[in-house]
């Protein structure tokens, strides 16, 4: 893995190339015949890269010790050799050869098993010395299966594909059919329905992807409707509309932004259907309201679903699979008895909309006693149309949890929780701790084991419902309470990352990683850190991380976000 | 002394080559890699026995490994614990105290199922590798006192006036002196000597109010006994020496040892005072135990074949898999089927581990770095023909199908 990035960074961070002159649009696309499955075009990757490369962020990664040291490593010199063998060839570096090749437009469709065609608009001239170069020097032969005429050029087999090269055009097909339709333009373009609304849909993009489901949806439908109502709850109008789709897009922009930074997004779209199922719309749609808190120090993601749990139950019959329904039963049963209220009278009328997890960095005394796995702390927070109303039975819950816990630990030998009840802030929290560890326990350990990460709480802040997996966390939400939080923009659900505060759990946790990997990948010592730290420096260069999904009324999308930027 | 424990002297027709060299890498070790068997076939058998049993002195990898214990711990996991002790097996260069901790924790089998402290078991475990190769006496008085022992045999409710005779019994059937020694006389007034032994606070704790400090009579002798006394009466008896002789000659040289024999090394055992360090260098450098008879005869456990293998391929072990593979295998580390631990031998191939075995270590040993022949002679020394595994050798297959076909060889779950 990190031989496949360092190649990767190499592969692309050699000296830029000289600028290359303008030329008009080539058709690429008129080249395809119809009837494609799936189909990719990459428009202008090479003045992209060139720019990340010349950025900060490009120069920071070509000047990290883990490049220099791949540099002057045997397949670093390797390559460098192939450089100066393709630059005598060309008269190009890495670099320009890529522009010069796949630096345009370039698309490459697929109509079925095996059944590829690559079309490209390239420089024809550095394409002809490289299959020069690669006959002279590297024994590749070039066989000619068309000879050049008046509907088009020569057609070459090398190796097992069917080549050919129309100025600036460059083909390539594993079926000599669909080379010869690209060689004479005679497929009818790309016209699909489906492709042209992925591409409405998904937008402008430096790479463009279209699946054609049609094909593949008995496999997608197999998995059927979700399991349980967690598994509803979570996947949301995705698990109904995705089997059901005609097809798919998706689109992957690089841009650069403020402060040196560059920005990478991901989206894949599906379509809804004209009529979407109410229960659906009912049960999964709108879109989130800013987050009633601040965000607390340290936070290292939020995860937020915009869900009406009420609908979802009301619905379930045609939301969930007929064995999920069999224990939603049991389920509210135990929900009654453990929580001293009705679930479906006293609770789902009660609650709203959202549901919010939250994790965050612990920081923990200097000096006193750790856990030799630190784990991050969460909340999950839910909001309740009348908190007042639930205060008491909240209690209540409470106490009957940690009893459960209690008594099961008393049957195992484990450790009890002990309970306390506070104001804080003018909030009535209600917290539990493990007692100190026992003597023997500690022998021969000098952190504490892992049940101290934990002090479960719970309280109702406001009119949110907020359960804790520490007292420390469930405090400094009450504090924040009231603060006005990140706003997200038309968003359905989302998870945002602060990678930095991520890197910093990581960075206390180094030394279960290093076990970690001592364990699992069967490393040394030595190796093993010098893994983790490589990944953890790596680490540095993303500066923030978000999966959000979203509706309109023409399709359902997902977005990946990733901003990166350079390390001093 | 029986004939059959003097020392090896190797001839013309019994030489200390290759193939004796590995038969001894692989019972007394987790076997050895072509390179280490080929250093000690350079030896002299009394060398060789004595530079595996003392161990070399710095290893550089379990000091790697011991610097992660308290992060194996700290995870609370059990496999992870599992996977930790797999790696030591597997990577630590004092291979015999890896191999005999492995017979003490089926001797001593405890497991975690009941126990359900991973921590207890870690503890314990540690035990069989401090004192493995001391003496018994010293690791005897130890796993009495310790919390997983005693929560397993339930001596937390072994009180005066109402003796809980579990560990009494194991004691005398399980640990020391084997069936048709003792009678259910001595079970209860041996029992009554552990009333009292504890945990309080996660470690041992002596009740002196719980104790019966009355008189006892075990094993013919009389008097006040506490536990140490009960242990050393049993240590005296001359069938402890045979039994432990007998479970050692079982796990170490052939599953239907001798009688004679074990009798015999049984007496040197209580002569050195149950030094199991000195025992094994008898044991190891014997006759009976470089005998052709006693070579390449017994299963190996699921341990044995897929740490062996890692050995004889020098792959890297990933212990996540690797663990749950040796469950589908049938031996569950931390988890002996019973307080007789593991039956071993035929007990370990049945319709449903042989495919466990053979489909498992495929994905164990997926990279190979050392060639199929010194892999093959490292595992298999003499007993599969050069012939065979040049012939495996041209059939064109890649490394990781070559190994796969090696280790699916019925000699190669054969020690």
Same mark, same amino acid.
């Given at each position: 893995?990190?031989?496949?990035?360092?190649?990767?960074?190499?592969?692309?961070?050699?000296?830029?190339?000289?600028?290359?002159?303008?030329?008009?649009?080539?058709?690429?696309?008129?080249?395809?015949?119809?009837?494609?499955?799936?189909?990719?075009?990459?428009?202008?990757?090479?003045?992209?890269?060139?720019?990340?490369?010349?950025?900060?962020?490009?120069?920071?990664?070509?000047?990290?010790?883990?490049?220099?040291? %791949?540099?002057?490593?045997?397949?670093?010199?390797?390559?460098?050799?192939?450089?100066? %063998?393709?630059?005598?060839?060309?008269?190009?570096? #890495? #670099?320009?050869?890529?522009?010069?090749?796949?630096?345009?437009?370039?698309?490459?469709?697929?109509?079925?098993?095996?059944?590829?065609?690559?079309?490209?608009?390239?420089?024809?001239?550095?394409?002809?010395?490289?299959?020069?170069?690669?006959?002279?020097?590297?024994?590749?032969?070039?066989?000619?299966?068309?000879?050049?005429?008046?509907?088009?050029?020569?057609?070459?087999?090398?190796?097992?594909?069917?080549?050919?090269?129309?100025?600036?055009?460059?083909?390539?097909?594993?079926?000599?059919?669909?080379?010869?339709?690209?060689?004479?333009?005679?497929?009818?373009?790309?016209?699909?329905?489906?492709?042209?609304?992925?591409?409405?849909?998904?937008?402008?993009?430096?790479?463009?992807?279209?699946?054609?489901?049609?094909?593949?949806?008995?496999?997608?439908?197999?998995?059927?409707?979700?399991?349980?109502?967690?598994?509803?709850?979570?996947?949301?109008?995705?698990?109904?509309?995705?089997?059901?789709?005609?097809?798919?897009?998706?689109?992957?922009?690089?841009?650069?932004?403020?402060?040196?930074?560059?920005?990478?997004?991901?989206?894949?779209?599906?379509?809804?259907? /004209?009529?979407?199922?109410?229960?659906?719309?009912?049960?999964?749609?709108?879109?989130?309201? $800013?987050? $009633?808190?601040?965000?607390?120090?340290?936070? +290292?993601?939020?995860?937020?679903?915009?869900?009406?749990?009420?609908?979802?139950?009301?619905?379930?019959?045609?939301?969930?699979?007929?064995?999920?329904?069999?224990?939603?039963?049991?389920?509210?049963?135990?929900?009654?008895?453990?929580?001293?209220?009705?679930?479906?009278?006293?609770?789902?009328?009660?609650?709203?909309?959202?549901? +919010?997890?939250? /994790?965050?960095?612990?920081?923990?005394?200097?000096?006193?006693?750790?856990?030799?796995?630190?784990?991050?702390?969460?909340?999950? #927070?839910?909001?309740?149309?009348?908190?007042?109303?639930?205060?008491?039975?909240?209690?209540?819950?409470?106490?009957?949890?940690?009893?459960?816990?209690?008594?099961?630990?008393?049957?195992?030998?484990?450790?009890?929780?002990?309970?306390?009840?506070?104001?804080?802030?003018?909030?009535?929290?209600?917290?539990?701790?493990?007692?100190?560890?026992?003597?023997?326990?500690?022998?021969?350990?000098?952190?504490?084991?892992?049940? %101290?990460?934990?002090?479960?709480?719970?309280?109702?802040?406001?009119?949110?419902?907020?359960?804790?997996?520490?007292?420390?966390?469930?405090?400094?939400?009450?504090?924040?309470?009231?603060?006005?939080?990140?706003?997200?923009?038309?968003?359905?659900?989302?998870?945002?990352?602060?990678?930095?505060?991520?890197?910093?759990?990581?960075?206390?946790?180094?030394?279960?990683?290093?076990?970690?990997?001592?364990?699992?990948?069967?490393?040394?010592?030595?190796?093993?850190?010098?893994? +983790?730290?490589?990944?953890?420096?790596?680490?540095?260069?993303?500066?923030?991380?978000?999966?959000?999904?979203?509706?309109?009324?023409?399709?359902?999308?997902?977005?990946?976000?990733?901003?990166?930027?350079?390390?001093? | 002394?029986?004939?059959?424990?003097?020392?090896?002297?190797?001839?013309?027709?019994?030489?200390?080559?290759?193939?004796?060299?590995?038969?001894?890498? &692989?019972?007394?070790?987790?076997?050895?890699?072509?390179?280490?068997?080929? !250093?000690?076939?350079?030896?002299?058998?009394?060398?060789?026995?004595?530079?595996?049993?003392?161990?070399?002195?710095?290893?550089?990898?379990?000091?790697? *490994?011991?610097?992660?214990? !308290?992060?194996?711990?700290?995870?609370?996991?059990?496999?992870?614990?599992?996977?930790?002790?797999?790696?030591?097996?597997?990577?630590?260069?004092?291979?015999?105290?890896?191999?005999?901790?492995?017979?003490?924790?089926?001797?001593?089998?405890?497991?975690? *199922?009941? =126990?359900?402290?991973?921590?207890?078991?870690?503890? &314990?475990?540690?035990?069989?590798?401090?004192?493995?190769?001391?003496?018994? !006496?010293?690791?005897?008085?130890?796993?009495?006192?310790?919390?997983?022992?005693?929560?397993?045999?339930?001596?937390?409710?072994?009180?005066?006036?109402?003796?809980?005779?579990?560990? @009494?019994?194991?004691?005398?059937?399980?640990?020391?002196?084997?069936? @048709?020694?003792?009678?259910?006389?001595?079970?209860?007034?041996?029992?009554?000597?552990?009333?009292?032994?504890?945990?309080?606070?996660?470690?041992?704790?002596?009740?002196?109010?719980?104790?019966?400090?009355?008189?006892?009579?075990?094993?013919?002798?009389?008097?006040?006994?506490?536990?140490?006394?009960?242990?050393?009466?049993?240590?005296?008896?001359?069938?402890?020496?045979?039994?432990?002789?007998?479970?050692?000659?079982?796990?170490? =040289?052939?599953?239907?040892?001798?009688?004679?024999?074990?009798?015999?090394?049984?007496?040197?055992?209580?002569?050195?005072?149950?030094?199991?360090?000195?025992?094994?260098?008898?044991?190891?450098?014997?006759?009976?135990?470089?005998?052709?008879?006693?070579?390449?005869?017994?299963?190996?456990?699921?341990?044995?074949?897929?740490?062996?293998?890692?050995?004889?391929?020098?792959?890297?072990?990933?212990?996540?898999?690797?663990?749950?593979?040796?469950?589908?295998?049938? &031996?569950?580390?931390?988890?002996?089927?019973? =307080?007789?631990?593991?039956?071993?031998?035929? !007990?370990?191939?049945?319709?449903?581990?042989?495919?466990?075995?053979?489909?498992?270590?495929?994905?164990?040993?997926?990279?190979?770095?050392?060639?199929?022949? &010194?892999?093959?002679?490292?595992?298999?020394?003499?007993?599969?023909?050069?012939?065979?595994?040049?012939?495996?050798?041209?059939?064109?297959?890649?490394?990781?199908?070559?190994?796969?076909?090696?280790?699916?060889?019925?000699?190669?779950?054969?020690?």
């Amino acid at each position: 893995m990190r031989t496949a990035l360092v190649l990767s960074l190499v592969l692309f961070l050699p000296t830029l190339a000289r600028a290359e002159p303008a030329e008009a649009a080539v058709d690429i696309r008129g080249r395809f015949p119809e009837g494609v499955v799936a189909y990719v075009e990459a428009d202008g990757l090479g003045d992209k890269v060139a720019a990340l490369l010349a950025s900060p962020l490009g120069q920071s990664i070509k000047s990290h010790p883990a490049v220099q040291a %791949f540099h002057k490593s045997a397949p670093g010199l390797q390559l460098q050799m192939g450089q100066m %063998f393709l630059r005598g060839a060309t008269g190009r570096d #890495l #670099l320009g050869i890529f522009k010069a090749v796949a630096g345009r437009r370039v698309g490459a469709a697929l109509y079925g098993k095996k059944k590829v065609l690559l079309v490209a608009h390239v420089e024809g001239e550095i394409v002809q010395r490289l299959l020069k170069a690669a006959e002279t020097m590297g024994g590749m032969e070039r066989k000619t299966v068309v000879a050049k005429d008046d509907r088009g050029p020569a057609l070459w087999k090398i190796g097992p594909a069917f080549v050919g090269l129309d100025g600036n055009v460059l083909f390539a097909s594993s079926v000599q059919a669909l080379a010869e339709s690209a060689r004479t333009r005679s497929g009818g373009g790309l016209k699909t329905d489906g492709l042209q609304a992925a591409r409405a849909q998904v937008g402008a993009a430096d790479l463009f992807g279209y699946v054609d489901l049609k094909p593949f949806r008995a496999m997608l439908q197999q998995g059927g409707k979700p399991k349980d109502l967690g598994q509803a709850f979570f996947l949301g109008a995705f698990a109904h509309y995705v089997p059901k789709a005609d097809w798919a897009g998706f689109g992957l922009s690089l841009k650069p932004q403020e402060g040196d930074m560059w920005g990478l997004s991901a989206r894949g779209v599906v379509p809804l259907p /004209g009529d979407p199922q109410q229960a659906v719309v009912k049960s999964f749609g709108g879109t989130l309201k $800013p987050l $009633p808190f601040k965000l607390p120090a340290e936070t +290292i993601g939020v995860l937020r679903f915009k869900r009406n749990l009420a609908a979802l139950w009301e619905n379930r019959d045609d939301l969930i699979d007929e064995r999920g329904l069999a224990g939603l039963v049991e389920f509210e049963t135990n929900f009654s008895n453990l929580t001293y209220m009705s679930f479906v009278e006293e609770f789902l009328p009660n609650v709203g909309d959202e549901l +919010i997890l939250l /994790g965050t960095r612990r920081t923990w005394k200097a000096g006193a006693p750790v856990p030799a796995v630190k784990l991050p702390q969460g909340a999950l #927070l839910w909001p309740l149309k009348d908190g007042k109303k639930f205060a008491l039975k909240l209690q209540l819950t409470f106490n009957s949890l940690i009893g459960i816990l209690n008594l099961q630990a008393g049957q195992e030998g484990a450790n009890p929780l002990l309970m306390q009840s506070m104001e804080y802030n003018g909030t009535m929290i209600h917290t539990s701790r493990y007692l100190p560890a026992k003597a023997g326990e500690m022998d021969g350990r000098k952190n504490l084991p892992l049940r %101290f990460n934990f002090t479960p709480s719970v309280a109702i802040i406001g009119d949110y419902l907020v359960l804790s997996s520490t007292s420390e966390l469930l405090k400094s939400l009450v504090d924040l309470h009231g603060g006005a939080g990140p706003a997200p923009d038309r968003i359905n659900s989302g998870l945002w990352l602060e990678p930095a505060a991520l890197r910093e759990v990581l960075k206390d946790n180094r030394e279960p990683l290093i076990a970690n990997s001592m364990l699992k990948e069967g490393d040394t010592r030595a190796e093993a850190e010098q893994k +983790i730290d490589f990944a953890l420096d790596a680490g540095r260069y993303l500066r923030s991380l978000s999966v959000t999904a979203d509706e309109s009324r023409a399709a359902l999308g997902a977005t990946i976000k990733a901003v990166f930027g350079p390390t001093k | 002394m029986h004939s059959e424990l003097k020392p090896f002297t190797p001839s013309r027709a019994h030489p200390f080559d290759f193939g004796a060299a590995g038969h001894l890498w &692989q019972r007394a070790a987790f076997g050895g890699s072509f390179d280490a068997i080929t !250093e000690t076939a350079a030896r002299s058998p009394r060398e060789a026995v004595a530079a595996l049993v003392d161990g070399p002195g710095d290893d550089p990898e379990e000091r790697g *490994l011991d610097s992660i214990w !308290e992060a194996v711990l700290g995870g609370g996991d059990a496999d992870g614990l599992r996977a930790w002790l797999i790696a030591r097996q597997a990577r630590c260069a004092h291979q015999v105290r890896e191999k005999i901790a492995l017979f003490w924790h089926s001797h001593f089998a405890t497991s975690l *199922l009941k =126990v359900r402290k991973v921590d207890w078991m870690a503890r &314990q475990y540690r035990l069989f590798l401090r004192h493995g190769l001391g003496t018994f !006496e010293t690791l005897l008085r130890a796993v009495t006192r310790d919390p997983a022992m005693i929560r397993w045999l339930d001596n937390e409710t072994n009180a005066k006036g109402h003796a809980n005779e579990n560990y @009494g019994r194991e004691l005398l059937e399980l640990f020391t002196l084997g069936d @048709g020694n003792y009678t259910e006389k001595d079970i209860k007034e041996a029992s009554r000597a552990f009333t009292g032994w504890h945990i309080l606070n996660d470690r041992y704790h002596f009740s002196k109010t719980l104790h019966d400090a009355g008189v006892k009579t075990v094993l013919g002798k009389t008097g006040p006994f506490g536990g140490d006394d009960v242990i050393r009466i049993a240590l005296d008896q001359e069938a402890c020496g045979r039994f432990l002789a007998t479970k050692l000659l079982r796990f170490f =040289v052939t599953p239907k040892p001798d009688a004679e024999v074990a009798a015999s090394l049984g007496k040197e055992m209580r002569r050195n005072g149950y030094h199991l360090s000195a025992t094994l260098k008898l044991l190891f450098g014997s006759r009976y135990f470089f005998d052709r008879k006693n070579r390449g005869g017994m299963i190996k456990s699921p341990i044995e074949y897929v740490v062996g293998a890692a050995r004889a391929f020098q792959v890297k072990l990933d212990g996540g898999a690797a663990v749950p593979a040796l469950r589908h295998m049938g &031996q569950d580390l931390l988890a002996p089927p019973n =307080v007789a631990g593991w039956p071993g031998h035929n !007990e370990w191939i049945n319709t449903a581990s042989w495919l466990a075995r053979v489909n498992g270590i495929r994905n164990l040993v997926t990279s190979p770095s050392v060639s199929l022949t &010194q892999a093959g002679r490292a595992l298999l020394g003499d007993r599969v023909p050069q012939t065979e595994i040049d012939r495996l050798q041209k059939s064109g297959a890649s490394k990781r199908d070559l190994a796969h076909a090696l280790l699916a060889l019925p000699e190669a779950h054969m020690s």
